[in-house]
């Protein structure tokens, strides 16, 4: 008798230890890079925040249309600020003008 409840016990361990393997499985699949979209877009959207920044800091150093001459240095300043590459940079910062 005590060898068959050894028996069912040892099932139930290795069941749940299947069921533990897939609900891990699982999470990484698909819950993970769920999460992981949402951080993206939440820093996306600090990034075109500080973009606004920086060009409304270049409207007001120079009020007429000059400022846009100087969209160069506002790539530089957003790129260090946010420790982002110039090329991303250079998207926000002309995606925030065009807002503008």
Known sequence: MDSISIQGNSWLGLLGSVGLLLASYLAKRYVIPFLQVGKRQQYAQYIAVIAD??????RLKYPDRQW?????????TLAEICGISADIAERAIRASAARK
Do not use: G, N
Request: hydrophobic share 45%; charged share 40%; glycine share 0%.
């Open 68 to 76: 846009l001459t100087h969209l160069d240095e506002a790539i530089k």
């Open 53 to 58: 920044e920086v060009i409304d800091e270049l």
